[in-house]
C-alpha cells in the first residue's frame, strides 16, 4: 500500500515537469523576416534574422518551397554572433503565388512568406546578340512601351534608348529593368535613369552580376538613357582581336618586304 501511495506521488513529479518545460522547442527561439512582401521575378530576396540561444556551430538551415510545394531554394548559413542573412535571386520563368520559408536552427523553427507576382517578360538587345547584352524589363501585365534604336557612349558612358509610350493609358507605367553588370554599372553607386533629359527616381538593388531598377515611367515620353561609370565597350571584344590581328599582319609584312642585299 505504501510503495503504491508512494509511486502515485512520483508519478506527478516526473510528468508534470516534462509538460511545463518542454525538451523540444517549436516555434520560438527564432525571429526572421524578408525585405519586402511581394516580389517579381529577377528581384532578390533577403532573409535576415537572429536566433534566441546559439545551442552548437551547426547552421541555419533555409528551405523555400514555391506555391506547388516544390523546393525552390535551399540555403545553410553559419551564424555571425546570434544573427544570420541568406539571399536568392527569383529565376524569370518562377511560378506566381505564395511561397513558404521554412527557417530551422537546432530544435527551433518558424516560418514566413513572400508573394510572388510574375508578369510580361520584354527584352532590349544592347549591342550585339550575346546573351549577356540584354535588358530584361518586366512588367505586371502587358509591356505598353515599345522599345526601339540603342546607342552606346563610351565616352559619356551612357546608354540610349528610344521608345514609344502611346499606349499608356494615365500618366505612366511601372517598369522593372533588370541590367547586366557587363552592360553598364556604377561600382559603389547608383545607375542613374533618365526620361527625356530629366532624371527619373527608381527604387535600386542589385546582385552579383545585375542591377535591378523599379521606375515609373511618364507617358508621352520618346526616350530612356542609362548613365553609369563603366560602360559596354562600343566595339567589344571581336573587334579588339580583329585589330590585334591586324596590327601582327602589319608587323609580318613589313619585315618580309624589306629588301635584303
Wanted: aromatic fraction near 6%; glycine fraction near 6%.
Amino acid at each position: 500500500m505504501n510503495a503504491f501511495r508512494n509511486m502515485m506521488f512520483l508519478v506527478p513529479l516526473l510528468v508534470i515537469p516534462s509538460i511545463m518545460f518542454p525538451i523540444y522547442a517549436d516555434s520560438s527561439g527564432i525571429s526572421a523576416a524578408a525585405n519586402k512582401d511581394s516580389y517579381q521575378p529577377g528581384d532578390k530576396v533577403i532573409i535576415s534574422g537572429s536566433v534566441e540561444n546559439i545551442v552548437n556551430s551547426n547552421p541555419v538551415t533555409i528551405i523555400v518551397r514555391n506555391p506547388m510545394g516544390n523546393v525552390y531554394d535551399v540555403g545553410q548559413v553559419n551564424l555571425l554572433n546570434n544573427l544570420f542573412v541568406h539571399d536568392f535571386v527569383l529565376n524569370d520563368d518562377s511560378l506566381g503565388g505564395m511561397y513558404d520559408v521554412n527557417i530551422k536552427y537546432g530544435t527551433a523553427s518558424t516560418q514566413l512568406h513572400f508573394m510572388l507576382n510574375s508578369g510580361a517578360l520584354s527584352t532590349i538587345q544592347v549591342f550585339d546578340s550575346a546573351p549577356n547584352h540584354v535588358i530584361k524589363v518586366r512588367t505586371n501585365g502587358t509591356n505598353l512601351i515599345k522599345y526601339g534604336d540603342v546607342s552606346v557612349s563610351t565616352v559619356d558612358k551612357t546608354i540610349k534608348i528610344s521608345m514609344d509610350t502611346s499606349k499608356i493609358q494615365g500618366s505612366s507605367t511601372n517598369q522593372q529593368y533588370q541590367i547586366p553588370k557587363t552592360i553598364i554599372d556604377a561600382p559603389g553607386g547608383n545607375i542613374l535613369l533618365k526620361v527625356d533629359g530629366s532624371q527619373i527616381l527608381c527604387a535600386q538593388s542589385e546582385t552579383d552580376t545585375m542591377r535591378i531598377l523599379d521606375c515609373s515611367i511618364p507617358a508621352n515620353s520618346t526616350s530612356l538613357e542609362l548613365l553609369g561609370t563603366v560602360v559596354i565597350p562600343e566595339f567589344g571584344p571581336l573587334a579588339g582581336l580583329a585589330i590585334s590581328i591586324s596590327a601582327i599582319t602589319v608587323v609580318i609584312l613589313s619585315r618580309t618586304s624589306k629588301i635584303h642585299f
